[in-house]
């Protein structure tokens, strides 16, 4: 065997793939400029393809005979990815009981995934070279005289195109360098180096009394793992304490990290950092382009960018030098991931920042119980905002009852006349549509008939433009039946009243009056949805109809009322957190009206009205509600009060998933009873829908006092699964602190 061979490590590659394992390779050719390290990207044969995996370990020795090792295509690196970046990578997938590969490959721009280099794009400026005369003579070459002195115009430099569009060609610029009159530069495109020396653009808000307080409490300890939580109502002025927190440590040269919901990445937003600063400000949002993605990923991995705010994903950003980590309306539930990588954002923002040893500061009006849990019992500093910056009080929820009352649309007769007073008094109404377990279909009024999907155990929805039936659940889509499929009855009707129902009714109702829908789909096109927030913003009485877009961060001034349709959607599901959420969505929602110097009022229509955590919620807010919620979960041991991890199981066959899953089950069970642990397991039983584009859905639910034990039963399960030939024929997933039962 040639000597070389002893001297060079087996490459343990992590590569993307569901296996919780790494793949030995040997390394061939030149070794990368700083030798072999974990962290390098390489190509390697996989399988029949070339894929591009990451060194996660060197060895010594492979549990294969050497010459049974392929070798690595070529290293992609001349360095390691991001040190922090990798960190995060493998916390992840440990917590998460996921494939290390899998999480690098979701944690990667789509672009080094694919094998580009790390490096954003660049672009060539011209400028006047340092070191030419003053005032160089151009005789009678007239075209040279005019780039020298559009140049000299344009210190930090013009591109080509600024250039060709003065009229002036490339032989002139050659010309010009030639003679080593001008240079040209080759600048990033993501956060050039900038060298004004301010940091700010424009001056911040002198604060109020509470806020001056929390800003002092976040300022004590800039150099240290200090978690807070910043409770404050709706309009308190969080998002000024989190400027004035950022601009302290960009001015210490380190770099914050924003995390905000998906929707709440409006350009208004976005717009008020990037005016706030004179730094770079970089966001990251699923709207990029994959080579804008790359170059804010660089950007933050050198340094250059000193604020990166994005949404969930956004926490797998490196960062050279991390001073804070922000989560913005952190109950959020898009920073939870719902398939593969089951993460959560925000928690990994407090990982992350344990690791860095750098304050996070968890915002919302409306806390997690998780976040709250700990905010009570001191492993967070918790820190309060109860006054609007407009010093005017937030509106108070008034609870109307809906039972045996005529309706139209969806409105009371007493709601539609308080909506006709506000309009006539030449303000703005909210209308919000709770769509939570919520949609309209049709019914046949003659046999009872309801149109169902096929494929799962749910209904399909109504939709009027254009009129068909569809699925939220698994997108299959009929026309309208003219008669009923049952009884061939022809008096089929709409049941329920979705956006679109409430809309067309209030249409009917206040026809001179304009209507903004704000929903996902309308949101979704940005400039409408922009457009129309401006038209609101001037002022002009009208009505906006909505659903949970609604309830996120938009400030509505000019809102003097808010009407909610049905407080009830998934008030009395399976799920234990829908009082939570519920209450959380009711609390945002109210929090859009009254602004302005107008209170404002919020008229909750439900079918249970004397509902106790209703009442709460509506005599003493959200706060109160949740110290009574999160006192019930500690009685009943649930999350944050205990610890839980769901397996869900899904085939095909009703059988075979109820196989694997009572297998899963005894499994456990049995490993649970031989380890003493208090750790618990139930089930399986079936998913709140069983049936969903015609899988069979069971869960498997696994609970436990402490976190070790969770996550040791965690470990066992996904091990068992790993190892069992039967499993292979179902689709598996194992959820750590799930955020939803579904
Ligand atoms: P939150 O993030 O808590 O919803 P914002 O920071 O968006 O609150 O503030 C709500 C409104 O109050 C914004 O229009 C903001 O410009 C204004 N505001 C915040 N702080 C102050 C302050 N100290 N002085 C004057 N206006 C303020
Ligand atoms: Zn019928
Ligand atoms: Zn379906």
Redesign the pocket.
Known sequence: MPPHEFSSPVLRVALPSPLRRLFDYLPAGEPPACGWQPGLRVEVPFGHRDVVGVVAELAEHSELPRHKLRTVGRALDNAPLPADWLWLCRFAARYYQHSLGDTLHHALPARLRQGYPVAGRTRTLWRQHPDAPAEPDFARARRQAELWALLGQHPHGLTTRAITAHGLTHDVLNRLLRKGLIERREVETAAPGHDSGSLLATPA????QE?STVLAALHERLSDFHPCLVE?V???????VYLQLIEAVIARGRQALVLVPEIGLTPQTLARFEKRFSVPVLALHSGLADAERLDVWEAAASGRARVIIGTRSAIFTPLADPGAIIVDEEHDGSYKQQDRLRYHARDLAVARAHYHGIPVVLGS?TPSLESLDRALDGRYRHLH?TQR??RHPPARLELVDLRHQRRQGGLLPGTIRTINATLEAGKQVLVFINRRGFAPTLTCHACGWLAECEQCDARMTLHRAPPLLACHHCDSRRGLPDACPECASGDLRALGSGTERSEETLQTLFPDTVIHRIDRDSTRRKDSFARALKEIRRGEPCLLVGTQMLAKGH?LPHVTLVVVVNADGGLYSADFRAMEHNAQLLEQVAGRAGRAADPGRVLVQTQHPDDPHLIRLADQGYGALARELLEERRLAGLPPCGFMALLRVESPHADTAGALARDAAGALNHWLAQNATRARCLGPVPAPMERRQNRYHLHVMLSADRRSQLHAAASFITQWLEGSADARRVRWSLDIDPQSLA
């Open positions: 808000l002198p604060l109020n806020q404050g709706t309009g308190s002025g969080k998002t000024e009006a905002l910056a407009s400030h």
